[in-house]
């Protein structure tokens, strides 16, 4: 048997073997809950939406008294909410991106749980907010929209999320981890953000101190909506334990850090810089951003195929050229 009819037979051996695997591949996707249909528009919707609130605010933020269902009169916080906003566009929008439910999640336990909460303090305060026939006819469209949309996007986001779980289907396997330093930090992060969200929330005359700029009650309790939600996605985060499933909330904790530094860099005399709490803040505003940039590393393609190959694998095949079958024309000269 000559070099061509071994090149032949090894050729169909693959090309056998190609096609059995792919019935099997086609059950291994099949086998995964896709993100719903539903579901995906909602999200980009809500980014929408966001990008929106976060316009009004990060960039008209003197105007808030015409261009927002309430009137901020600290520039600092406005551009903290707007700042938020503009995070949680990255957060909504990449979760829609994704196929699977798994990689998508990590945002719908955060927004379920700020859209409810912000209801909540704008039905508390609805004295403060832009309605009567005191306020311009578009000031008060923009008010009536904002109650409309969180009223709304809760009670949608519940609905799709129970028919979400009903879509058959499980989890890929973890295949991108992290470093057990990062889970201990993400840990701290849910606790710390968990505590003064609930506490400004509970209680806002109260620690308006602990915070590093000053706050009316109800953006305070405005902000701990905020510090919730980030709270959850840290803790959501422990859960998923794998890098691919987080990469829409590590690109908002990074975009979020970078907009919070603009923010302060905008207005340096509102922040309280020599406070315990001024210190504390730029503090955690790096941790977040260490925990975002080595999350979103990990959870890239070609990162998480190495987490997936492991060390010892990665070194031996490094360096090392793929071995490709040459298909060529048969010699006919022989025949």
């Known amino acids: 048997m000559d070099d061509n009819a071994v090149r032949y037979a090894e050729s169909d051996e693959l090309l056998t073997e190609q096609r059995s695997r792919a019935p099997q591949k086609r059950r291994w996707a099949a086998a995964h809950r896709p993100l719903a249909p539903g579901l995906r528009r909602l999200l980009c919707t ?89 306020f311009p006819a578009g000031t008060q469209l923009v008010t009536v929209a904002w109650i409309a949309i969180y009223l709304v996007v809760p009670t949608l986001m519940l609905i799709l999320l129970i028919r979400q779980a009903r879509i058959p289907g499980g989890d890929p396997p973890r295949l991108a981890g992290l470093p057990s330093w990062l889970y201990a930090l993400l840990g701290a992060q849910a606790i710390i953000l968990l505590g003064m969200g609930i506490a400004l929330l509970a209680a806002p005359g109260q620690v308006e101190s602990l915070w590093p700029w000053k706050l009316t009650p109800m953006l305070a309790q405005a902000t701990g909506a905020w510090l919730i939600s980030l709270g959850v996605a840290a803790g959501h985060a422990l859960l998923e334990r794998d890098a691919r499933r987080l990469r829409p909330a590590a690109v908002g904790n990074v975009l979020l850090v970078v907009l919070l530094s603009i923010a302060i860099a905008r207005y ?18 790096a941790s977040m951003l260490l925990t975002g940039t080595v999350g979103l590393a990990r959870g890239l393609p070609r990162a998480a195929r190495q987490s997936a190959l492991g060390p010892a694998t990665t070194r031996e095949t490094k360096g090392k050229r793929p071995n490709r079958t040459i298909n060529r024309q048969p010699d006919m000269r022989g025949t």
């Open 268 to 285: 340096p005399r509102q922040y309280e810089w020599q406070s315990v709490a001024g210190i504390a803040y730029l503090i955690f505003l």
């Open 46 to 134: 809500a980014s929408v939406l966001v990008l929106l609130a976060g316009i009004q605010l990060f960039v008209f933020t003197g105007q808030t008294d015409h261009y927002f269902a309430f009137t901020i009169t600290n520039p600092l916080t406005a551009t903290f909410l707007g700042a938020s906003y503009w995070a949680a566009v990255a957060i909504e929008a990449l979760a829609a991106r994704q196929a699977l439910w798994a990689n998508a999640r990590i945002a719908t336990p955060a927004v379920l749980v700020f859209t409810v909460l912000t209801l909540a303090v704008t039905l508390t305060h609805l004295g403060q907010l832009h309605l009567g026939s005191r």
